[in-house]
């Protein structure tokens, strides 16, 4: 039974998403990152036990400020029945129309969610209404790591949170994932773990083709050249940096 009405209620939404999709040009594949020729880009997007965590987060929320309408509602019929009996169509509506509204946000927040990872950088996609991405590349991160608590282990799904040393992009992209204190948040996984780790290894492997390594380019191919000497003059340069660096 629960089974079925939970088929009914994906076709009505399936149904009223196919308008709100064709209304506010909501995007249906993964947002892009700049990419050099083979390089690895992967797209994913949160577990199907993300979208039952919310919904179980709306179910409780709408059973709460329904039962506190209904109590208001009942009240004022007993004490004006006939009050209460003109109230009726606006109690209705303030019943049942926020929780219709609500219920297409949490969709619409899951079907808009997109996370992509290349070699550099970590985009995160988000919104409801207003779709905003955030960009953090792995030169500014300082920190990996998960987050689960009791509701989201019931659900088999974790967050894996990505602390920056600062904020990244423009502001049209600092909302989406983005928490205080400059922390991506990449929400409903059911394989966080290995996302974390392939965050970590792509952030790994940032870090190690920086500057004054063995990997700097030396080849023609590479279009630069690199002698002993330049690479001497800027560790020198770098060494003087961290030094101004406020401690």
Known sequence: MSQRIEQMSQWVYEGLWGVLTRWFRVPVHPPTLPALAGEGIQSFRPARGFLRYLKFQFWIALIVIDVLLVIGWLVLGVASPLAGVLITPLAL????????????????????????????SLRIRRGIWIIHETTITFENVQNVNLSQGPLQRWFGIADVVVETAGGSGGRGEQHAGMAAGHQGMVEGLANAP???DLILSRLKRSRSAGLGDDHAPTAPSAGLFWSPAHLACLREIRDAVRGLAPR
Not at 97 to 119: G, K, N
């Open 194 to 196: 290995q996302i974390r």
């Open 93 to 120: 509506f303030l019943i049942i129309a926020p929780d219709v509204v609500a219920y297409l946000a949490i969709h619409l927040r899951f079907d808009t969610t997109w996370y992509v990872v290349s070699e550099r």
